[in-house]
């Protein structure tokens, strides 16, 4: 896989001199006689025409590992099903790279009385992290399900949260759940009605909330 990045022109230390001789059809004529289905190769050849990342290089590789050593491996995720938001699962929300996938987990984490102790950026990525399984169903090897791991790990480590406490949080995303869905929910019609303004701060009283027993709300908290 390494050679072939190389080859093509898509990684940092590139034969340019191949690259431009023609390296990625090479590489493509070499994954064709391996047995990725010329479909996928044709898709995968449109995608390098417009974009200079690797993933035109990477998905025939998994397509090999995947028809060689996978195929009677099917993973399962304990997922919930997908709340629809005006016809869209819930995950295409995505918190890390689309605006109103951000603004719901903002208006998520100040929606509650007693503010949350978890950074919006960790909510984030472990919020993410999660969703995305959902998009992985049949593909899997140990060494790629340890790499799955680790990085997700990296991913809140390098957010500042400790390792100890990645759980933690992945446990309190699940419990939150339908609050996170009213916060996606109530993003999105803002953003139809206000064409991107931020969210206004009412739409916090619509989230399905309750006041935390043995604690009384004061005049200054009103």
Not at 22 to 38: A, K
């Given at each position: 896989m390494?050679?072939?990045?190389?080859?093509?022109?898509?990684s940092?230390?590139?034969m340019?001199?191949?690259?431009a001789?023609?390296?990625?059809?090479?590489?493509f004529?070499?994954?064709?006689?391996?047995?990725?289905?010329?479909?996928?190769?044709?898709?995968?050849e449109?995608?390098?025409a417009r974009?200079?990342d690797?993933l035109?290089v990477?998905?025939?590789?998994?397509?090999?590992?995947?028809?060689?050593?996978c195929?009677?491996?099917?993973?399962?995720?304990?997922?919930?099903?997908?709340?629809?938001?005006a016809?869209?699962?819930?995950?295409?929300?995505?918190?890390?790279?689309?605006?109103?996938g951000k603004r719901?987990?903002?208006?998520?984490?100040?929606s509650?009385?007693?503010?949350?102790?978890?950074?919006?950026?960790?909510?984030?990525?472990?919020l993410?992290?999660?969703?995305?399984?959902?998009?992985?169903r049949?593909?899997?090897?140990?060494?790629?399900?340890?790499?799955?791991?680790r990085?997700?790990?990296?991913?809140?480590?390098?957010?500042?949260?400790?390792?100890?406490?990645?759980a933690?949080?992945?446990?309190?995303?699940d419990?939150?759940r339908?609050?996170l869905?009213?916060?996606?929910?109530?993003?999105?019609?803002?953003?139809v009605?206000?064409?991107?303004?931020?969210?206004?701060?009412?739409?916090?009283?619509?989230?399905?909330?309750?006041?935390?027993?043995?604690?009384?709300?004061?005049?200054?908290?009103?």
């Amino acid at each position: 896989m390494r050679a072939a990045l190389i080859v093509s022109g898509r990684s940092e230390d590139s034969m340019q001199p191949v690259a431009a001789l023609g390296g990625l059809g090479i590489m493509f004529d070499m994954l064709h006689e391996l047995g990725v289905p010329p479909t996928l190769i044709t898709a995968c050849e449109s995608y390098a025409a417009r974009q200079r990342d690797a993933l035109p290089v990477l998905v025939p590789f998994a397509a090999v590992l995947h028809a060689t050593g996978c195929r009677d491996r099917v993973v399962a995720h304990d997922m919930p099903p997908a709340e629809l938001i005006a016809g869209w699962p819930d995950w295409t929300f995505d918190p890390l790279w689309t605006r109103i996938g951000k603004r719901a987990v903002d208006l998520w984490l100040r929606s509650y009385i007693a503010k949350p102790q978890w950074l919006p950026r960790q909510v984030a990525a472990c919020l993410w992290n999660a969703e995305s399984a959902a998009c992985d169903r049949t593909l899997s090897w140990p060494l790629g399900d340890a790499i799955r791991a680790r990085a997700y790990a990296a991913d809140l480590s390098y957010r500042g949260l400790p390792v100890a406490r990645h759980a933690e949080l992945a446990q309190w995303i699940d419990r939150e759940r339908p609050t996170l869905t009213a916060a996606r929910q109530a993003a999105f019609d803002s953003a139809v009605r206000q064409s991107g303004k931020s969210v206004e701060a009412d739409f916090q009283t619509t989230l399905p909330l309750q006041v935390p027993q043995n604690k009384s709300r004061g005049a200054g908290d009103a």
